[in-house]
């Protein structure tokens, strides 16, 4: 095989450390974070949210009226991208390791599993807290090209916009991979994900008596409050505990026993 | 050094394992025989902490797997070449090992040459790779961290022959120089060549174990003599018990005792050697007759 060299014969003497220490979770997740990006198909997923994001503001600069091109609706359209996809990156970082079987590897060289987990829902927390900033600074161009050309370019970047921002896609992150974890198979966790809560919306909508728990467990309704500039009220709040315990908190807890105790094979 | 104790597992009621108990000593290479399905891969799972046992206990290094603070600076660990990421380049996915292990990067171009993956292979996706550079790419994630331990399930699957004599060197040599190796196989000859004890498992459970010498040595002597009938009275009267197999008469005892025997006869031989690695293969094949086929139709 012309793949293959002559290996060079021996040097496999096994070697006497000095006492070796587990890695820390820093390291665990500069890893995770690698395996974010060191395929093709988890360098894809970022790199489309990125594309999509530019293209729904150019068309907002396109099409918008000139009085809406302001800061505000050029970042909370771009967050809507990764809103849909965070939650794919959160499924597979967890799921992958599962139906690629390097979960075999993975688990061997950590044994302690829930390092290994808790490493992965940081990488995505920081993949999330990175795409606000992606969508912070495409809005911010889109909103100095929105001055140049007529529109409106109004600067009202309040605080509360960018954290409301932050909560809802780390939200969604993390609800994702917690699909992930529970279901622990790609194709059932994405289903389940984008299925489950979709149900509520569509119940909600049909059957009367569900519309009163459709306010707190439909995380569509929940997190509407998010994508704006004002501050959640007492009893927004309220309902997005209820429904993120629902949808995130819980699945997180029996997808982490489930993991713990997985046959990995 | 790998301690096993009464490891069990079932599957509802089946025992996939059953009460398995053997050592490896350092220095040793270890064969671990068995037909596919007779419980050696849940069993090695078992000791890396993949798996929970039912009952019993493994040791690596005197502490359970899964205290190993940092395990793979202990033990390297083959279970399955093919679970590897289809997307990433073979050096990719050692670098990603490296780093979890807290390797300096240099170690990964040492190990890939060493397992004989080159500049070209290691980039190239895993995707494209034949069975036989998924083992060698396996062996070298293993050997990454430097352990004193190494946990082999089926290395030789798709290597080639070259490539199996250079696996039997480089376990040899790891050996030799005061390493523990446990390594399983479904086929006797693959392992008989390097290993220096074995471990035969059939359904689940021990069938027989003990030094390679010991197993060879229950196999007999074969031994043969123009005049059959001068031979077998001979044997007789020695209080040998001679059986007929294909290449002459199986004697159960050594070869000394039944030339001894022949010479006080007055019988000339014209064969007379250990019955070997045909003794070997007699005993796995009795040994784990029917487990296979047991296997096959669970």
Known sequence: ?265 | MISVENLTKRYGPHPAVDDVSFQCEPGTVTGFLGPNGAGKSTTMRMICGLTTPTAGRATVSGHPYRELPNPGREVGVLLDASAQHAGRTGREALTLSAYTLGLDKREVAAKLDLVGLNAVAAKRRVRAYSLGMRQRLGLAQALLGDPRVLILDEPANGLDPEGIFWMRGLLRDFADRGGTVLLSSHLLREVEAVADRLVVIGGGRIVAQGSKDELLAGGGTVVRARDDVALRRALEAADLTAADSADGLLVQADAETVGQAASDAGVALTELRPAGSGGLEQLFLTLTAGESTREAVR
């Open chain 1, 1 to 265: 095989m012309t793949t293959t060299t002559a290996p060079t014969a021996g040097a496999v003497a096994p070697r006497h450390h000095s006492p070796v220490r587990r890695p820390s979770l820093l390291r665990l997740t500069a890893v995770e974070l690698r395996k974010l990006v060191d395929t093709r198909a988890g360098r894809w997923l970022l790199i489309t949210i990125g594309l999509v994001v530019v293209a729904v503001v150019t068309l907002l600069l396109i099409y918008a009226e000139d009085a809406e091109q302001t800061f505000g609706t050029f970042f909370v359209t771009s967050l809507l991208p990764a809103n849909v996809l965070l939650p794919v990156l959160g499924i597979l970082s967890i799921t992958s390791e599962w139906s690629q079987r390097t979960a075999l590897t993975t688990y061997a060289l950590v044994p302690r599993r829930e390092r290994v987990v808790a490493a992965k829902l940081i990488a995505v927390v920081l993949a999330a807290v990175a795409s606000v900033l992606v969508a912070v600074a495409v809005a911010s161009v889109g909103t100095l090209v929105a001055s140049a050309t007529g529109g409106a370019g109004t600067w009202q970047v309040g605080a509360t916009l960018i954290v409301n921002g932050v909560i809802v896609q780390v939200a969604v992150v993390l609800m994702g991979a917690a699909f992930g974890l529970l279901l622990l198979n790609t194709p059932l966790a994405i289903v389940g994900y984008l299925l489950l809560p979709t149900l509520w919306s569509v119940l909600g909508e049909m059957v009367r008596p569900l519309r009163g728990p459709a306010e707190w467990l439909d995380t569509s309704r929940t997190m509407e409050p998010l994508f704006g500039s004002d501050a959640l009220t007492g009893g927004q709040w309220g309902r997005l505990a209820v429904s993120l315990l629902v949808w995130m908190v819980l699945p997180l807890a029996a997808g982490l026993v489930r993991t713990l105790h997985r046959e990995v094979s």
